[in-house]
Structures are given as C-alpha cells and as structure tokens.
C-alpha cells in the first residue's frame, strides 16, 4: 500500500481504488481530514457487500474504535466513537444496498450507497431528537429512534 490514499470526491472507478480506502482504514492511516461521512459509508458499505451482517457490523466498529486509538481520538460524552450513530448508519447502508438489483456489481452498488447518503449527513436528526441523539447513552450504546423509525428512510 502507498503512503497515501486517495479517496476521490465523486465515484470509485476500481474495486482496487475502494480496497486502497480499506487497506488505509485497517492502518488507522486516513488522514483525519479524510475521515468523514462519505468514508465511513465507503467503509460501511464495502463491510456489507463482503461480509454478512454482523461481521459486518464488528468489523466496521471495531475499525472506528482502532482508528480513533491510533489517531487519539478520544471516546468523550461529546466526542468520539458513536455506537448508535454507527450502527444507524451501518442499518440504512444496508437496507440501500438491498434495494438495489442484484445485477449490480460489488463496485456500482457501493458507489450508489455512498451517493445516496454522502449529502445526508444529519438524516438522523429525522430518526431522533437532539437530545436523544447527542446523549451519552445513546453514544455508548444503539438506542431505537425516537422520532421516526429508520425504515422510513431506507429505499423499498
């Protein structure tokens, strides 16, 4: 893997390209600028298209937690690693992804998820409200919204 990579601001246009992204992420070796929404969905939905569900799931949050570790972020009642945030994100990627044909390829189907959702970073504030969402409860472990349930938002 080289030094840095590249995560480009409209589609992948290689499987090699997204595997660089994940090989960094494994790494902790995202810059910090980098590390964003529209790189957590390409992580997420990388996760769910090469894994099931709940390997999946522990590979995503374990990579966040060691990311964060390597770069010192620290997990605060502010800032940090968001369990259900995380997890709210990982659902509707999933839910995305299983919309979509099964003609599409590993490469198309992650490039749509993350168009879908790179502009909709605060899409949970329709799922939950501020205080909800922002409390350390709902950081530390998956709370169910509180405003609007998460298939609402998750294409049929």
Same mark, same amino acid.
């Given at each position: 893997?080289?030094?840095?990579? #590249?995560? =480009?601001?409209?589609?992948?246009?290689?499987?090699?390209?997204?595997?660089?992204?994940?090989?960094?992420?494994?790494?902790? /070796?995202?810059?910090?600028?980098?590390?964003?929404?529209? #790189? $957590?969905?390409?992580? *997420?939905?990388?996760?769910?298209? $090469?894994?099931?569900?709940?390997?999946? %799931?522990?590979?995503?949050?374990? +990579?966040?937690? %060691?990311?964060?570790?390597?770069? +010192?972020?620290?997990?605060?009642?502010?800032? +940090?690693?968001?369990? #259900?945030?995380? !997890?709210?994100?990982?659902?509707? /990627?999933?839910?995305?992804?299983?919309?979509?044909?099964?003609? *599409?390829?590993?490469?198309?189907?992650?490039?749509?998820?993350?168009?879908?959702?790179?502009?909709?970073?605060? !899409?949970?504030?329709?799922?939950?409200? *501020?205080?909800?969402?922002?409390?350390?409860?709902? %950081?530390? *472990?998956?709370?169910?919204?509180?405003?609007?349930?998460?298939?609402?938002?998750? =294409?049929?």
């Amino acid at each position: 893997m080289s030094d840095t990579v #590249t995560i =480009p601001a409209m589609s992948f246009e290689s499987l090699e390209e997204v595997r660089r992204v994940i090989e960094a992420f494994e790494a902790g /070796a995202i810059p910090k600028p980098d590390w964003n929404h529209r #790189t $957590h969905l390409v992580v *997420a939905s990388w996760y769910l298209e $090469h894994f099931d569900e709940e390997e999946a %799931r522990d590979r995503v949050v374990t +990579g966040i937690l %060691r990311y964060n570790r390597l770069n +010192g972020i620290e997990r605060t009642r502010t800032s +940090g690693y968001h369990e #259900t945030l995380t !997890l709210f994100w990982l659902a509707l /990627a999933r839910g995305f992804l299983k919309s979509l044909p099964e003609s *599409a390829t590993s490469l198309e189907r992650i490039n749509r998820c993350v168009t879908a959702y790179e502009g909709k970073r605060d !899409l949970f504030l329709e799922h939950y409200r *501020a205080e909800t969402i922002w409390s350390w409860d709902a %950081r530390r *472990a998956w709370t169910e919204p509180d405003r609007m349930p998460l298939s609402e938002s998750i =294409p049929r």
